[in-house]
């Protein structure tokens, strides 16, 4: 086990005869192994083992890039399927190494044929059948789809997961914003489970045909509002930041100097917890908070930026670890004393369902959108 201020050996791999291709040189050279990114990690701060570190990783994809390991090294292959992608270590870092494009390098490598990790498989192969997920939709009780889009008008995104798990929450979307938003036809997935789990080419690729079905055509490319900050930061990566709004920052800007709708205090005591990547990715923090505070008391927990051990697909991935990970955060939550837990993806909406019910919790959890919408006077 290496000490936190002990930086590994590091090789360069512009230097090496035998770069094999995988990795960006340039983002790995970035890394100056300074170890700020240790203190930032969940899975450091489970195991205090280097190579489960940012560091450590990257050190790792520098030995895979020079050909010092194999692709089928247990070491590789279990800390690419270890790291959350919670992209915290990016926020701390000062020379700005981009970890979540390396991370996705990685497992576009390591995560192929027979080596891709079953769930993933299977999640890629699943979230692509467009009409399985409007059927899901639909019987679940989602937002209906209004059509083609609508020059001038938001174009909400009904997220793969969120469509049969939370269907309430494209409902309250069209309540909060009725007259702002359509519901193009014809979605599929944004490809942003495709992009974390060894297939970014294939996600970037369903992001543009995504963006295409959202755009209204002459000349206006059209916003795409999401109710998931997995899928808000993996669109604006392939589509662009002036195409992509994630719900809190657009109802931050619609509502702003007191516009929107008028909203009741619900009299309830409510924590937020951040997507990792909304927080970290995109750097919205702010507006989530400032809308839950207008309908209730807000209680800011210690661990709200903290990874709550979803990261996506993790947690059917990794569902030990998932737990690991998640249980400091419970154990806030419930030390709160709060009534509503809001959150703002859908996986960390399921996920922490299912850790309050475990414990027998009688907090709620809510998506920022329900929360809003049963404040409407």
């Known amino acids: 086990m290496t000490e936190q201020h002990e930086a590994p050996p590091t090789t ?27 203190p930032a990690c969940p899975t450091y701060a489970l195991t205090q083992d280097e190579r489960s570190g940012p560091r450590g990783r990257i ?30 270590c990016e926020t701390v870092c000062p020379a700005g190494v981009q970890y979540g ?10 995560w192929r044929g027979v080596h891709t990790p079953p769930a993933a498989g299977m999640l890629r192969a699943g979230v692509r059948v467009t009409p399985g997920l409007a059927a899901a939709g639909r019987v679940r009780g ?17 997220g793969c997961a969120e469509r049969a798990l939370f269907p309430g929450v494209s409902q309250a979307v069209l309540r909060l914003l009725p007259d702002a938003v359509d519901v193009p036809a014809g979605q599929g997935c944004c490809g942003a489970l495709h992009a974390h789990n ?6 970037a690729a369903m992001a543009r045909e995504l963006g295409g079905r959202m755009a209204a055509g002459d000349g206006d490319p059209g916003v795409v509002l999401t109710t998931a900050g997995g899928c ?8 662009g930041r002036d195409r992509v709004r994630e719900l809190s920052e657009y109802l931050a800007e619609q509502w702003a100097d007191g516009a929107g709708p008028p909203l009741r205090n619900l009299g309830v005591r409510a924590a937020l917890q951040d997507s990792c990547h909304l927080r970290n990715g995109m750097g919205v923090t702010a507006a989530p908070r400032a809308l839950v505070a207008r309908v209730a008391e807000y209680v800011e927990l210690p661990s709200a930026g903290t990874c709550c051990g979803a990261a996506g697909t993790y947690a059917l ?23 509503v837990l809001v959150v703002v ?19 709620e959890v809510l998506h920022l959108a329900e929360l809003l919408a049963r404040a409407l006077a």
């Open 232 to 239: 808000a930061a993996h669109l604006v990566h392939v589509l």
């Open 198 to 203: 060894g297939a970014s080419g294939q996600g």
């Open 101 to 110: 494009t390396l991370l996705e390098q990685w497992r576009d490598h390591q």
């Open 59 to 88: 050190t790792l994809m520098r030995a895979l890039e020079e050909g010092r390991l194999e692709p089928d090294d247990p070491t590789l292959r279990e800390q690419a399927s270890f790291c959350l992608g919670c992209r915290a």
């Open 12 to 38: 360069s791999p512009t230097t090496s005869p035998t770069s094999r291709g995988i990795f960006d040189p340039e983002l790995l050279d970035d890394c100056i192994s300074c170890g700020f990114c240790l």
């Open 317 to 339: 991935l990794r569902p030990e670890d998932s737990r690991r990970v998640l249980d400091a955060t419970l154990d806030e939550i419930e030390a709160a004393g709060v009534d």
């Open 345 to 363: 993806n859908p996986g960390c909406q399921r996920q922490l369902v299912d850790g309050l019910r475990r414990r027998r919790s009688t907090v």
């Open 142 to 158: 989602a937002a209906r789809t209004t059509g083609r889009p609508a020059a001038g008008k938001a174009h909400l995104m009904l």
